[in-house]
C-alpha cells in the first residue's frame, strides 16, 4: 500500500489562506466587539462588532493601545499594570474569564461590559491578546428593572400583610359584640319572637361565628409571613408524634402509619408540626372510606430529602391541583365534609416556602392524594436514607 501524499507548499498555502478567510468572516459577522492586541497592549484587528459597540472606525483604532480606546481614565494605570505583570511573570487573573467592567466609548459615555481576554503565540513567542467586549447596558436596565419591580412587590406584600394582620386582630373585637348582642336579644325576647325573626338573629350568629373564623384563618396565615421562625436541628419523628397527640379526636377509626424512621433537619419545629397536623387531618377529613389510611414518610429525589403525607381518600381532580393552595378556596359545599375556612394548605404552602422549600400533590380521584413537601434544598440528615422501622401509630 503506498503511503498518501505530502501536501506540497501550494496545498498548505491555499489552506492558511482557506483559513484566514473563515476568521475573517467569523470576526466581521460576531454581534460581539473582538479586538486583537500586540504585547503592548496597541490594537492590531478591530472588528464590525467593535466600531458599532465602541463608536470608533478600525481606521481610528488599529495602532492605538487599548487602554486609551475603551478604559475609563481612572482604571487605566490598573490596566496597564496588569499588562505589565503578566509580561513579566506570564501570570493574568482576568485572563480566561468572563468578567464585568465599566467601558468607555468613543465620545466619553461610559457602559457596563461583559469581558473575555484570550492569549495566543506568534512564532517569535510573544503574546497576542485577543478581547472580546460585550455591551450589557440593556441587561443591567433590565435587572435594575426587576430589582425595583420586586422591591414593590416586597412592600406590596408588606402592606397586605399589615391589612391582612389589622382584619384579623381588630375586626374580631366588634364581631364578638354583634355575637354577643345576638345572644342577648333570644335571651331577652324569651318567646315572643315570631319564627322568621328568631331565624334571622340566629342566622346572625351563625355568620358571626363563620366570620370569626375566617378572621382567625388570616390572622394565623398574617403571623407565619411575619414572625422570625425558630431554626433548630428538629427529630420530625418526635414532630409527627406530637402532631398525632394533638390529632387524636379527629383520628379514630383511622390507621396512621409512619414509614420508617424520619431524619432530622432544621427547621421551626413548631411550624413544621402544624405543616404535618394540617396534612394529617385534611386526609383524615377528606375520606369516606370505611378503613381510612394515612402514611407518612420520606423518600430521596435526586438527592433530596422529600417528606410526604399519603391518603386513601377521595383524591383531588388535575385541574384543581394549584387551586387548592389559594386562600379560601374549598372544593365542596361550605358544609361539607365537616366544613371548614379553606385557609389550612394555603398556611401548609406559606411555612412550607419559608423554609426554602416547595409542596406539591400527586392525586387519582377516588383513590387518594399524596402531598410532597421539601423543607430546604439539602437539609441535613440523621438517620440513612432506606431504613425502615415500620412504625404505626394507631389512634386509641
Known amino acids: 500500500m503506498e503511503p498518501a501524499p505530502q501536501p506540497g507548499p501550494r496545498d498548505l498555502s491555499e489552506r492558511l489562506r482557506e483559513s484566514e478567510a473563515r476568521r475573517a468572516a467569523i470576526l466581521e459577522s460576531a454581534l460581539d466587539a473582538v479586538i486583537t492586541m500586540d504585547s503592548a497592549g496597541r490594537v492590531i484587528d478591530f472588528n464590525p462588532g467593535a466600531e ?32 505589565a505583570r503578566y509580561l513579566a511573570t506570564g501570570e493574568g487573573p482576568v485572563l480566561g474569564r468572563r468578567i464585568e467592567v465599566p467601558a468607555m466609548r468613543a465620545d466619553g459615555s461610559e457602559f457596563p461590559a461583559e469581558l473575555a481576554i484570550a492569549v495566543s503565540r506568534l512564532p517569535d513567542g510573544s503574546p497576542l491578546f485577543t478581547a472580546f467586549l460585550r455591551d450589557i447596558s440593556e441587561r443591567k436596565r433590565a435587572e435594575r428593572e426587576l430589582r425595583r419591580h420586586a422591591a414593590a412587590l416586597m412592600e406590596s406584600n408588606a402592606d397586605l400583610e399589615d391589612f391582612a394582620y389589622i382584619a384579623g386582630h381588630d375586626l374580631k373585637e366588634p364581631l364578638r359584640g354583634i355575637s354577643a348582642s345576638a345572644a342577648f336579644l333570644l335571651e331577652d325576647a324569651g318567646g315572643t319572637l315570631n319564627e322568621s325573626t328568631r331565624s334571622r338573629v340566629n342566622a346572625i350568629t351563625r355568620l358571626s361565628a363563620r366570620m370569626y373564623g375566617l378572621l382567625d384563618s388570616l390572622l394565623e396565615y398574617s403571623r407565619v409571613g411575619r414572625a422570625e421562625l425558630a431554626f433548630e436541628m428538629t427529630d420530625l419523628n418526635a414532630v409527627v408524634a406530637g402532631a398525632l397527640e394533638t390529632l387524636q379526636a379527629c383520628l379514630s377509626g383511622a390507621r396512621v402509619a409512619v414509614l420508617g424512621p424520619l431524619p432530622t433537619v432544621r427547621c421551626d419545629a413548631v411550624r413544621v408540626g402544624q405543616v404535618f397536623s394540617n396534612l394529617i387531618a385534611n386526609a383524615v377529613k377528606y375520606n369516606d372510606r370505611a378503613e381510612k389510611r394515612v402514611e407518612i414518610g420520606r423518600e430521596e429525589r435526586s438527592g433530596e430529602l422529600v417528606l410526604f403525607v399519603r391518603d386513601n381518600g377521595i383524591g383531588i381532580r388535575r385541574q384543581h391541583t394549584e387551586s387548592i393552595f389559594k386562600m379560601f378556596r374549598r ?48 437539609p441535613a440528615l440523621s438517620v440513612p436514607l432506606g431504613m425502615d422501622s415500620g412504625a404505626v401509630a394507631e389512634p386509641p
Open 52 to 83: 458599532r459597540t465602541l463608536g470608533y472606525t478600525r481606521e481610528q483604532a488599529v495602532g492605538r493601545t487599548v487602554a486609551e480606546l475603551m478604559i475609563p481614565p481612572g482604571l487605566r494605570e490598573s490596566h496597564r499594570a496588569g499588562l
Open 331 to 378: 372544593l365542596h359545599p361550605r358544609e361539607g365534609y365537616g366544613g371548614g375556612t379553606g385557609a389550612g394548605l394555603t398556611i401548609v404552602k406559606r411555612i412550607v416556602e419559608r423554609h426554602g422549600g416547595r409542596v406539591w400533590l400527586e392525586s387519582v380521584p377516588g383513590e387518594g392524594t399524596t402531598f410532597y413537601f421539601t423543607l430546604a434544598p439539602s
